[in-house]
């Protein structure tokens, strides 16, 4: 899976929830879960470290 196949399964896992909040929980939990693998698996560090920054820059709980 490409970057942007992420990006893509992320945008469609959208559309199933019926409002924002919901959405909004459902995309940390998934940015949650990312970062839990990222930090266990550790297959590249500077990527790891790098998404973890953009993802605080963008206002999510890592």
Known sequence: ITANEVVLI????MQAYPDAS?????LA???ARWMRWWRSDR????IADKAQTALKTAGFEV
Do not use: F
């Open 43 to 46: 297959p590249q560090p500077a």
């Open 10 to 13: 992320d945008l469609d896992a």
């Open 29 to 31: 939990k998934d940015v």
């Open 22 to 26: 919901r959405c909004e929980k459902g």
